[in-house]
């Protein structure tokens, strides 16, 4: 089986957490949490999920920097861009059409877009 990496996108410059969602519409959010509590529990249930995770926004991130010999840490994301990856799911699933299957129940649980990526497999070697 292929494992696939599926992306949850955050498209503002804004960074949701955990503090600030708290100010979404309780009834909306509550949905949304237990959407997503289903999809995880089918992806466990079907063998699927290798592991999932949200993400800490880029304003946390820290770049480490040693190609030039010199280490440098860097209180920056390594891209600056106006959409980034809040969260992740790694599956496994018998090919990309399947992938994309668990990809559109992760959309319609999130109520936003997913990407989905092959993970590259180890070369052969000789």
Request: aromatic share 8%; charged share 20%.
């Amino acid at each position: 089986m292929t494992q696939y990496f599926l992306t949850v996108p955050h498209d503002t410059a804004t960074e949701p957490t955990m503090e600030s969602m708290q100010a979404f519409d309780p009834a909306q959010f509550a949905a949304v949490i237990a959407a997503v509590d289903e999809f995880n529990t089918a992806l466990k249930q079907a063998g699927a999920l290798v592991f999932a995770a949200g993400l800490n926004p880029p304003s946390t991130a820290k770049t480490v920097d040693v190609s030039d010999g010199t280490t440098r840490v860097l209180d920056e994301p390594f891209v600056e861009a106006e959409s980034y990856v809040g969260g992740f799911w790694v599956i496994e699933a018998d090919g990309e059409d399947a992938a994309i299957e668990w990809a559109v129940k992760a959309s319609k649980a999130l109520q936003g877009r997913i990407e989905v990526r092959a993970v590259q497999e180890q070369p052969e070697t000789a």
